[in-house]
């Protein structure tokens, strides 16, 4: 893509050329296009035209096209493909595309697939298709550059430079011995910088960083936020080297995390499929459970006004302060909640800190409760010169605040220890939980200072 053209220009540029059927202006076009860009192309074209446009791509930037369309895309163009061309996309692809790929096909194409998948590669997808999706083994490579401690770096040299074109990543190599058990790791650099007699023994990094196959991606996509890695070694239980997680594919994981925690957090359950490429039935179904057990959980806010008629009917004033106070209790949940969310998912806040959580929130909501409550308890005093419904509201905002900082505190801990997605614990259901817990606060208080 040109400097000077944005993303729609670029697109409707090249869909100029099609429609004009300027062929070969348009593969000059793509030959020099970077592949990102030429994907998002692909993916604006009708079903007719994805397979056509996509066999006037160079061989040599087939694959990673490919690798960068949507799975729908994706599949139409396996359908589209002869068994000769599917066979040349496949050995082309790296394996953790390929996996990534299969993962979101039907069953009777993933058959066909990997029959025309050569059986050395095939084995690598098989294996790592065992993987839980969750883990590191399922975003892991096989391509990855592996050297001997007994080479010189000159032998390294011609190593990487005879093997570095197949594989996904050279900037960091891995030393192991011929049961592959990792030993160390160099980075290219070191290698380059080093004379050639020296042996990569004797200059490799021991101490290395790895993680295990079963190991939540998560956890892994932290290290490299930690450490600032470009890639990261995956061994397994008997610590040989089974492949590694390169950095683009933590920033993927990223990615899906992160929109997924999003979605939980609006209270609606996590899609896969981009927005406008999700039907209204599947939004609808993502989101009505949701609503229906926040809608059932506000039906308790309805009870307790109910159960406390006879407060209104004393002091209607005491119905005028409810959404100022359930307003401001959801809002101090949901700030503490999603700083709580936040940090566990860097890595900053364990279940370890549940107490010093709890003292936190508990001093900040003194202050936050002193502040918000005097400046309350003026305003009521002034407006309507009666102490007591000023001194009910004061010490209701000051409980609520303090309820529902330590909720918004200690709620996501509790569910990360109890295995469920601290996101949960966001923005609606805290606010629903706050409302009913501020209500109760609010009437206890009232019919306690006030005549009845």
């Known amino acids: 893509m040109s400097e000077k053209m944005d993303e729609v220009q670029y697109i409707d540029h090249l869909t100029r050329l099609l429609n004009e059927r300027d062929y070969p202006s348009l593969m000059n076009e793509l030959r020099d296009d970077n592949e990102v860009d030429i994907a998002l192309f692909v993916e604006t074209l009708p079903d007719d035209e994805t397979a056509f446009v996509?066999?006037?791509?160079?061989?040599?930037?087939?694959?990673?096209?490919?690798?960068?369309?949507?799975?729908?895309?994706?599949?139409?163009?396996?359908?589209?493909?002869?068994?000769?061309?599917?066979?040349?996309?496949?050995?082309?692809?790296?394996?953790?595309?390929?996996?990534?790929?299969?993962?979101?096909?039907?069953?009777?194409?993933?058959?066909?697939?990997?029959?025309?998948?050569?059986?050395?590669?095939?084995r690598i997808i098989n294996?790592?298709?065992?993987?839980?999706?969750?883990?590191?083994?399922?975003?892991?490579?096989?391509?990855?550059?592996?050297?001997?401690?007994d080479m010189t770096v000159a032998q390294a040299i011609t190593h990487?430079?005879?093997?570095?074109?197949?594989?996904?990543?050279?900037?960091?190599?891995?030393?192991?011995?011929?049961?592959?058990?990792?030993?160390?790791?160099?980075?290219?650099?070191?290698?380059?910088?080093?004379?050639?007699?020296?042996?990569?023994?004797?200059?490799?990094?021991?101490?290395?960083?790895?993680?295990?196959?079963?190991m939540d991606r998560e956890e892994t996509v932290r290290l490299f936020h930690k450490y600032n890695f470009l890639a990261i070694p995956v061994v397994d239980l008997e610590n040989r080297l089974v492949g590694i997680v390169t950095i683009d594919d933590a920033v993927d994981v990223m990615q899906e995390e992160t929109t997924e925690d999003f979605e939980k957090m609006a209270a609606m359950a996590p899609s896969e499929k981009p927005y406008l490429k999700t039907s209204f039935?599947?939004?609808?179904?993502?989101?009505?459970?949701?609503?229906?057990?926040?809608?059932?959980?506000?039906?308790?806010?309805?009870?307790?006004?109910?159960?406390?008629?006879?407060?209104?009917?004393?002091?209607?004033?005491?119905?005028?302060?409810?959404?100022?106070?359930?307003?401001?209790?959801?809002?101090?949940?949901?700030?503490?909640?999603?700083?709580?969310?936040?940090?566990?998912?860097?890595?900053?806040?364990?279940?370890s800190d549940f107490f010093k959580v709890v003292f936190k929130e508990s001093a900040t909501s003194l202050l936050m409760g002193i502040a918000l409550s005097a400046v309350n308890f003026l305003r009521v005093y002034l407006v309507y010169k009666d102490f007591t419904s000023a001194l009910v509201l004061a010490l209701a905002m000051s409980a609520t605040i303090f309820m529902a900082a330590i909720l918004g505190g200690i709620l996501p801990l509790v569910a990360k220890k109890l295995k469920i997605d601290p996101a949960i614990m966001a923005a609606p259901l805290i606010t629903t939980i706050v409302d009913a817990a501020a209500l109760i606060i609010y009437f206890f208080i009232a019919t306690s200072l006030l005549p009845m």
């Not at 006037?56 to 000769?84: N, W």
Request: proline content about 4%; charged content about 25%.
């Open 54 to 122: 996509f066999r006037m791509l160079p061989k040599e930037i087939c694959a990673e096209v490919f690798a960068h369309l949507e799975s729908d895309t994706q599949r139409r163009v396996i359908e589209a493909f002869t068994d000769e061309e599917t066979t040349n996309m496949l050995d082309q692809l790296f394996v953790d595309d390929a996996v990534d790929f299969l993962e979101e096909m039907p069953a009777n194409m993933v058959s066909r697939l990997l029959r025309l998948t050569n059986p050395d590669k095939r």
């Open 160 to 214: 990487l430079r005879t093997f570095g074109e197949d594989r996904e990543t050279i900037y960091t190599c891995y030393v192991t011995d011929d049961q592959r058990f990792l030993e160390g790791v160099i980075s290219v650099k070191a290698i380059l910088l080093a004379n050639d007699h020296e042996k990569i023994g004797d200059i490799m990094e021991p101490d290395v960083i790895s993680v295990h196959t079963g």
């Open 127 to 149: 294996r790592y298709l065992q993987y839980p999706e969750d883990s590191a083994g399922s975003i892991m490579t096989a391509e990855y550059t592996r050297l001997k401690r």
């Open 281 to 351: 039935w599947e939004h609808g179904l993502h989101r009505i459970p949701w609503l229906f057990i926040l809608m059932v959980s506000g039906m308790i806010n309805g009870q307790i006004l109910e159960k406390n008629e006879a407060a209104f009917l004393a002091y209607p004033l005491l119905v005028s302060f409810i959404p100022m106070l359930t307003d401001t209790g959801g809002n101090v949940g949901s700030q503490s909640s999603t700083l709580m969310i936040r940090g566990m998912t860097l890595g900053e806040i364990k279940f």
